[in-house]
Nanobody
Framework: QVQLVESGGGLVQPGGSLRLSCAASGSIFSPYAMGWYRQAPGKQRELVTY???????NYAHSVKDRFTISMDNAKLTIYLQMNNLKPEDTAVYYC?????????WGQGTQVTVSS
């Protein structure tokens, strides 16, 4: 069983920045992928970005050029640097890991962008 622990959410003004972290526990071997999804009130959960253990990344069009995902393979930790945040980025952000047949989710962290 792989557990994911997220941190770093909060309240920020439009144009501000936040950094999310997600640490995985357990033994995981490459190849695997970790990423971030988000769910706003009344909306479906959507993919924000992911990164593979080999360093490949993918971003949703709405966050491209504003968000950056990175990974510390040794710590099994990913980071999401979010810049120029907009009110429409407000959501619960969930960390996700996919390794072989295992799919794990974090508990979610709230990001609120408001003045």
């Amino acid at each position: 069983q792989v557990q994911l622990v997220e941190s770093g959410g909060g309240l920020v003004q439009p144009g501000g920045s936040l950094r999310l972290s997600c640490a995985a526990s357990g033994s995981i071997f490459s190849p695997y992928a970790m990423g971030w999804y988000r769910q706003a009130p009344g909306k479906q959960r959507e993919l924000v970005t992911y990164i593979t253990s080999t360093g490949l990344t993918n971003y949703a069009h709405s966050v491209k050029d504003r968000f950056t995902i990175s990974m510390d393979n040794a710590k099994l930790t990913i980071y999401l640097q979010m810049n120029n945040l907009k009110p429409e980025d407000t959501a619960v952000y969930y960390c996700n890991l996919q390794w072989s047949t295992i799919v794990s989710w974090g508990q979610g962290t709230q990001v609120t962008v408001s003045s």
